[in-house]
């Protein structure tokens, strides 16, 4: 029985959880999030503790698959940095690194709507409070999430796979040994997000579509459920 790996719950993680947006106020810097893990028909569930401080990231994720009487655990930690994510088995104690494949979702320069929008969300109007941040629902065929305007998404369901935070703390940074990158990390490869590496042409000589979805991404969302449609 397995769950889905490491690099495609980063994948979910980095795309609809990240701090993509700048407020009036500036991007947000430092935060700590707390959430649920719950999906595949019950099968799985699981708690998620992520924080940022600067320009590091760190996500620590307990989830437990169960099928009848079998159960298998999951327990990993996730360090963002400086375009690479270092991932750490918790229960083995393996570790691999690959590059960030959205390196700049963290910049302040990202609107979060825009980025929404390009991977098949659209705003609904619903606003919802989910641990004391407020926040719009969006949604796409098979996917909600609810996304606050500082870019922070409390809630998102992927294909019945839902994460919803139970804490959420502006300014707070988490321990900093969570933020502690392993020297023993193996490098994992997987595909860049959308944009070519700096000084390419895009793929076929032509920029995409706003609201496009790069095809990669569309295979790893069959993988999850319903595809976007375009």
Not at 117 to 126: C, L, V
Not at 189 to 208: I, T, V
Request: glycine share 10%; hydrophobic share 35%.
């Amino acid at each position: 029985m397995n769950s889905k790996s490491p690099a495609i719950w980063i994948f979910i993680v980095l795309l609809f959880l990240s701090p993509t947006a700048a407020t009036a106020g500036g991007m947000i810097e430092k935060f700590c999030m707390r959430s649920t893990i719950n999906g595949m028909n019950g099968m799985m569930s699981g708690k998620e503790y992520k924080c940022r401080n600067g320009a590091r990231m760190f996500e620590e994720r307990e989830t437990t698959m169960s099928f009848g009487s079998m159960k298998q655990q999951q327990k990993q930690r996730s360090v963002r940095h400086e375009g690479m994510i270092y991932t750490v088995d918790l229960m083995t104690g393996r570790a691999t690194k690959m590059k960030d494949p959205v390196p700049d979702v963290m910049n302040s320069d990202m609107d979060p709507k825009a980025f929404a929008a390009s991977i098949g969300f659209q705003p609904t109007g619903e606003k919802r409070t989910i641990a004391g941040l407020k926040c719009e629902v969006y949604r796409g065929p098979g996917r909600e999430m609810c996304m606050a305007d500082n870019g922070l998404a409390p809630f998102m369901n992927i294909g019945g796979m839902v994460m919803t935070a139970t804490e959420v703390k502006l300014g707070a940074t988490g321990p900093q040994k969570s933020y502690e990158i392993p020297k023993n990390a193996t490098l994992q490869h997987m595909p860049a997000l959308g944009r070519p590496p700096a000084g390419q042409p895009p793929q076929g000589g032509r920029a995409m579509p706003p609201g496009a979805m790069p095809e990669h991404i569309r295979k790893m969302l069959e993988r999850m459920g319903q595809p976007p449609k375009q």
